[in-house]
């Protein structure tokens, strides 16, 4: 796991911190074209450490990469709503224009993509029961969420406290 953490910090790096620049000259956001670079090569990472830790068998392998695959896109779309909030977090911070109203809003919308990151978590497990036995299926669920609760961190670390 110790080769994971490099990849998956930037992962939550990706996420908050150049939301927060304050009163500093914005730089161009990166075209699409190179997060795309970057998002490829954290879930080729991802992969990787997988692959490395699970030592699937070759039926076992054939079964369970497609889920894993099919599972990744899915988590992209519950990533992609927790960067929005933080980004519409970030917006409202950086122009002080936090309202009760508009944390209420955040709040709601944050838990919703809670709520679809865990909807998703359950779904892969329930789907791989019968793809990889017990202890294979539970180390794959512990890598899942050692990934998830860094990269947690890394945005944690990184969105100040509302003000």
């Known amino acids: ?10 992962a939550g790096a990706l996420l908050a911190p150049a939301c927060f620049a ?41 079964a369970f990469w497609p889920l894993y695959e099919a599972y990744q896109k899915d988590l992209q779309r519950a990533n992609s709503q927790l960067a929005t909030v933080v980004a519409n977090y970030a917006k409202e911070f950086n122009a002080n224009t936090l309202t009760d109203e508009k944390a ?10 809670d709520e679809l990151s865990l909807q998703l978590r359950k779904a892969m497990a329930a789907r791989l029961v019968p793809v990889l036995p017990g202890r294979k299926l539970a180390r ?14 890394e945005i944690a ?6 003000p």
């Open 140 to 153: 794959y669920l512990q890598i899942e969420n050692k990934i998830h609760a860094v990269v947690m961190y």
């Open 157 to 162: 670390a990184q969105v100040p406290l509302a």
């Open 1 to 10: 796991m110790k080769r994971l953490l490099p990849p998956l910090m930037l």
């Open 22 to 62: 304050q009163s500093t000259p914005a730089a161009a956001p990166a075209p699409d074209s190179a997060m795309q670079v970057l998002r490829d090569k954290l879930m080729a990472d991802k992969k990787q450490v997988v692959s490395a830790n699970l030592d699937l068998t070759p039926a076992e392998a054939t």
């Open 104 to 113: 209420t809003r955040i709040l709601k919308e944050a838990g919703a993509a």
